[in-house]
């Protein structure tokens, strides 16, 4: 008894050193916003938020900073369906412009991540770490529900889809399953675990509130989300009345990488900046497939049609920012960019029966005004014109007025 009391003493000495000499940490890393959030009347007010928590400076490896963190982010989220919710063939512009209150549902949801986190390499021009590696296990709930907006009409999400047996059926009475939305399977809960791994390689130097950036950024993820790692209660346990009876199968990988060159800066006596040119180019890509992909699962949208839930993306976008006088503080800035976005995505859709293969492509040229306020208010305007072989979407303008808080 003596040795094991010894032994589990030293054991928790082991564990605990590191702690006492870790870093703790709580913060608001994130927060996002729902374009008709509270009926449209507050669309630039946070409907959800992301707190990280974790302690760093673990010391567990020499010359390695060890983190262990936990993400929790929650809120509400509006989504509209692009797909014909039986077959998966994609819904004609024609029917969302009529009809759109038919596609349209809101969600909330509430995420927890655990990552162990190792930063690696000391970056050769700031004090961060340049490649660092995450292994997650992440775990998402979801309830949807109909639309403030249909709320507020007094209609239902598909109320008037599908027909059945001659009469029209109320989706979220109906007990139904179809194929292009397996995350809103009869009661339209749903329970999603996934294994990340991520690795990100960073020299990208920055300064004033990243109005001064140069150098490279990018990442890899690879996500698994297979339907026996709790993904399909009914399928897994054979109870098909289970109260998480979504479905979730799928697998990630996805890249991205951020290249960013000053070409021109100027600084008052305050180090405060007066005018700055800088460039930059975002790329972006996603392969994405599994036999029940969920919404959040994709991450890109395309223009008018929103998100294309195929199996292959790649977007870029350049942007070349124009950064006016500071004044009152050094993080109020005016500033603007003029972009060029180009995007292709190719396949059979995700979530499908019989959809044939699809392949959209677009070209997006524009101009975007911002203000920042103090480093955190963004108000902004931007306008557009959108080159596009979408089917029924075509060509055609576009703009956007609004305001948001990054912190």
């Known amino acids: ?34 374009s008709d959030f509270a009926f449209g009347d507050l669309t630039s007010f946070p409907s959800s938020v992301r707190i990280s928590q974790g302690a760093s400076d673990m010391g567990w490896f020499d010359d390695v900073d060890t983190s262990l963190l936990m993400d929790m982010s929650f809120g509400v989220q509006q989504r509209k369906l692009v797909q014909d919710p039986a077959k998966g063939s994609y819904l004609t512009a024609n029917q969302l412009a009529q009809d759109a209150w038919q596609y349209g549902y809101s969600t909330f949801y509430s995420q927890v991540s655990y990552t162990f986190r190792n930063a690696l390499f000391d970056n050769r021009r700031t ?27 007094g209609r239902s999400f598909l109320q008037n889809y599908p027909w059945k047996d001659g009469t029209l059926e109320n989706y979220w009475t109906g007990g139904n399953e179809f194929a292009a939305i397996p995350d809103l399977r009869r009661g339209a809960y749903m329970l999603a675990t996934g294994l990340t791994l991520k690795a990100s390689w960073d020299d990208m130097y920055q300064e004033y509130n990243t109005i001064y950036r140069e150098g490279l950024d990018a990442d890899g993820t690879l996500t698994l989300a297979p339907w026996f790692l709790l993904n399909d209660m009914g399928r897994l346990f054979s109870s098909p009345d289970s109260l998480f009876d979504t479905a979730v199968d799928y697998y990630r990988i996805a890249g991205d990488a951020t290249y960013a060159k ?28 599994g036999g029940a992909v969920p919404k959040f699962a ?7 049609i929103g998100y294309t839930n ?4 790649a977007q870029n976008q350049l942007k070349l920012y124009l950064y006016g006088p500071a ?9 603007g960019y003029v972009f060029l976005d180009l995007g292709l995505a190719t396949g059979v859709p995700n ?6 293969w699809e392949t959209f492509a677009y070209a997006e040229i524009g101009l975007n005004a911002h203000l920042e ?27 956007n007025v609004g305001a948001y808080f990054s912190l």
């Open 373 to 399: 306020v103090m480093g955190a208010l963004h108000i902004f305007a931007e306008v557009s014109y959108v080159f596009s072989n979408i089917t029924n979407y075509g060509c055609f303008f576009d703009w």
């Open 127 to 153: 004090e961060k770490k340049s490649l660092v590696v995450d292994a997650s296990i992440d775990v998402r709930f979801e309830q949807a529900f109909d639309s403030f907006d249909n709320i507020r009409a």
């Open 1 to 34: 008894m003596r040795l094991k009391r010894l032994a589990a003493l030293l054991v928790a000495a082991a564990l605990a050193s590191p702690l006492m000499a870790a870093t703790s940490f709580s913060l608001i890393s994130g927060m996002g916003y729902m």
């Open 262 to 289: 000053v070409l021109y800066n100027r600084e008052d006596w305050k180090r405060w900046n007066i005018f700055s040119i800088v460039l930059e180019d975002v790329a972006h890509m996603q392969f994405l497939m």
């Open 298 to 304: 994709d991450t890109i949208s395309f223009p008018g």
């Open 327 to 335: 004044f009152l503080t050094d993080n109020t800035i005016p500033y």
């Open 351 to 356: 979530n499908s029966t019989d959809a044939p």
């Open 310 to 313: 195929l199996p292959l993306v």
